[in-house]
T-cell receptor
Framework: TQLLEQSPQFLSIQEGENLTVYCNSS?????LQWYRQEPGEGPVLLVT?????EVKKLKRLTFQFGDARKDSSLHITAAQPGDTGLYLC???????????FGEGTQLTVNP | DAGITQSPRHKVTETGTPVTLRCHQT?????MYWYRQDPGHGLRLIHY???????DKGEVSDGYSVSRSKTEDFLLTLESATSSQTSVYFC??????????FGPGTRLTVT
């Protein structure tokens, strides 16, 4: 199984601040996904990145896949309380049979 | 949202008893997965299915078995529940390995 490490594990910021969450591995992934999970619910897919160096934007969220397809980042601009949640990255293993999940970053945005 | 349900949503059971969790989908997706989510471990794959009667083990499969006799149903059985199997269990579906869609989860407590 390929491993993914997320950092930071916990992040508490004020509304309006910017933040970046990182997802790193020593392994190459075929694609990488970011999910957001709220308490008591299942993770919800935010984005998939496939090509090395790819950047995708979803409103105030910017996702980047590393050139070597071993790492990814999620940047949130002007965070809002509604962004609070657990952010999970997941990589599609090169064997093509499963996803490997990072442990997640718990984000709290205070009003 | 993908049509995916899990039952029961909550269950308390005693050590040593068998438990079966059900995942039902209305999307006709090929792949179905069972994960467990625990603090400090993120989402870990238990078993997955890539078609009717086609299943394979994930990283934490010991003590669990699965069955898929119809496209829409994927059952997870804890053969003899232990306290270490207290967790939140998520089912996911996908047509491709990546971009998985998750159910609402089942909170299982083994006393």
């Amino acid at each position: 199984t390929q491993l993914l490490e997320q950092s930071p594990q916990f992040l508490s910021i004020q509304e309006g601040e910017n933040l970046t969450v990182y997802c790193n591995s020593s392994s190459v992934f075929s694609s990488l996904q970011w999910y957001r999970q709220e308490p008591g619910e299942g993770p919800v897919l935010l984005v998939t990145v496939v090509t090395g160096g790819e950047v995708k934007k979803l409103k105030r969220l910017t996702f980047q896949f590393g050139d070597a397809r071993k790492d990814s980042s999620l940047h949130i601009t002007a965070a809002q309380p509604g962004d609070t949640g657990l952010y999970l990255c997941a990589g599609e293993e090169t064997s093509g049979s499963r996803l490997t999940f990072g442990e997640g970053t718990q984000l709290t945005v205070n009003p | 949202d993908a049509g995916i349900t899990q039952s029961p949503r909550h269950k308390v059971t005693e050590t040593g008893t068998p438990v079966t969790l059900r995942c039902h989908q209305t999307e006709n997706h090929r792949y179905m997965y069972w994960y467990r989510q625990d603090p400090g471990h993120g989402l870990r794959l238990i078993h997955y299915s890539y078609g009717v009667k086609d299943t394979d083990k994930g990283e934490v499969s010991d003590g669990y078995s699965v069955s898929r006799s119809k496209t829409e149903d994927f059952l997870l059985t804890l053969e003899s529940a232990t306290s270490s199997q207290t967790s939140v269990y998520f089912c996911a579906i996908s047509e491709m390995v990546f971009e998985q869609y998750f159910g609402p989860g089942t909170r299982l407590t083994v006393t």
